[in-house]
């Protein structure tokens, strides 16, 4: 995605400022895109799609810790990657006072850091890390020295609960992309919109999601009153709703699909729109969107029927196709009427 981004603005990723206050607002707030909340199905924050944070999940974890700096975001990382690190462990701590996003444990790294703070020894606080990391917990002489060195039993306690602890390492190299990405979003949104529904988006339905926000809204309602009876698709396809409902509270919307300019499974900007790929069209796969672009390359479609010999594409799809007034003015068929003048 990062690669795409670059394609489409021409700025490096790695020029991006890892401190831009808009940014950041991302994992607190809606504020910095230009909507509310009410605008996006309540959503309270900014970061759908964001690489790590973008998961209810994961958006639950910033309103519980509010984070307000970017080393906030790499020890919130490390407390989703965890096991039993998060809920039932830091959640709690932080949830009741016990402990913030800065004293809470979030990745391995944190107690060996924390423990030769407290003047444990390094090769032994080393030992410890290595066994609350691998889910092995703690001996009791341990704990008796970390007793000794005015380790609060709060933290203790966390420790034994641990199952297995993400590297700090890993998960700053995993938050960097994602506040790049985030930084995309803030300041070239349509690039962040084609670079998403082109590599992240796995359900994305042209027909569905590019004819309006208001049927993009009908759609996404029909699918939340299944409940837990929705299909899987149909969960898949309602991830992808929400940022294309972002997309549409922001101000941007889609152009039509043209036979001749589409690509095949990348979003184009088109001006201040998006243009879908020709896979977004339901029914037709890769290679069909493949063999569009193909024979559009050479030349004019005659007819549908024109159309259909020259790529294979199902009658059913061509159907939808035309449905969707994507033929505009080609004929059914291009074989001329003969009338008799006698």
């Known amino acids: 995605m990062i690669r795409m981004l670059e394609d489409l603005t021409g700025i ?54 509010k984070p307000k700096y970017f080393s906030d975001l790499v020890r919130i990382a490390g407390l989703s990657h965890g096991t039993d690190v998060w809920l039932g462990n830091a959640q709690v701590l932080i949830q009741n006072g ?7 444990i979030c990745t391995r790294d944190d107690i060996m850091i924390y423990l030769i703070g407290k003047g444990v ?61 985030a930084w995309y979003k803030v300041f070239h949104p349509l690039a962040y ?62 152009v039509p699909i043209d036979l001749y300019k589409a690509k095949a499974h990348r979003f184009q900007i088109m001006g201040d729109k998006l243009m879908p790929a020709l896979d977004t069209i339901d029914g037709l796969g890769d290679k069909a969107a493949d063999a569009v672009v193909d024979a559009a390359a050479r030349g004019k479609f005659l007819s549908k029927d024109d159309f259909r010999d020259r790529t294979k594409v199902s009658k059913t799809v061509i159907d939808l196709m035309d449905d969707l007034n994507l033929f505009g003015d080609i004929p059914q068929s291009n074989q001329m009427s003969l009338f008799d003048f006698t």
């Open 12 to 65: 490096s990723a790695r020029t991006v400022p890892l401190d831009q206050r808009d940014v950041m607002s991302l994992f607190a707030g809606t504020q910095a895109l230009g909507i509310s909340p009410e605008d996006i199905g309540g959503c309270k924050l900014g970061c759908l799609g964001i690489p790590e944070f973008g998961t209810d999940f994961a958006m639950q974890m910033l309103i519980d810790t």
């Open 98 to 104: 016990t402990a913030t996003i800065s004293t809470a």
């Open 121 to 181: 020894e390094s090769g032994l606080a080393f030992t410890i890390m290595e066994s609350v990391r691998k889910g092995k917990g703690l001996r009791d002489e341990w704990i008796q020295t970390m007793k000794e060195h005015d380790v609060p039993e709060w933290y203790i306690w966390s420790c034994k609960l641990i199952k297995y602890m993400f590297p700090k390492a890993h998960a700053a190299a995993y938050v960097m992309m994602a506040y790049r990405i």
């Open 193 to 254: 919109y084609a670079a998403f529904f082109s590599i992240r988006a796995t359900s994305f339905s042209y027909e569905l999601m590019c004819m309006g926000k208001e049927r993009l809204e009908y759609y996404m309602a029909e699918i939340r009153k299944k409940g837990d009876e929705a299909s899987k698709k149909e969960q898949d396809t309602l991830k992808d709703m929400r940022i294309v409902q972002e997309m549409y509270a922001r101000g941007f919307d889609f």
